[in-house]
């Protein structure tokens, strides 16, 4: 699988275990504050944390 990651900023996490998103990566995903649901994932292969936007189906699956 290839990816094609970007960088776009970096960020402290915040004592209650939040990140930041940065605006760039709402708007250009096309995300709504409050609405927009992300899966996390963990790659330990690589060290990384990965945000993918979910699926519609996804999301009303969580809703339920």
Same mark, same amino acid.
């Given at each position: 699988? +290839?990816?094609? $990651?970007?960088? $776009?900023?970096? /960020?402290?996490?915040? +004592?209650?275990?939040?990140?930041?998103?940065? =605006?760039? #990566? #709402?708007? !250009? $995903? %096309?995300?709504?504050? %409050?609405? @927009?649901? $992300?899966?996390? /994932?963990?790659? =330990?292969? !690589?060290?990384?944390?990965?945000? =993918?936007?979910?699926?519609? !189906? @996804?999301?009303?699956?969580? !809703? @339920?």
């Amino acid at each position: 699988m +290839k990816r094609d $990651l970007f960088y $776009l900023d970096s /960020y402290i996490i915040q +004592k209650d275990m939040r990140i930041r998103l940065p =605006k760039a #990566a #709402a708007k !250009n $995903l %096309g995300l709504e504050c %409050g609405k @927009s649901l $992300l899966e996390v /994932y963990v790659d =330990k292969e !690589n060290n990384q944390i990965v945000l =993918k936007v979910a699926d519609d !189906n @996804s999301q009303e699956d969580s !809703n @339920s």
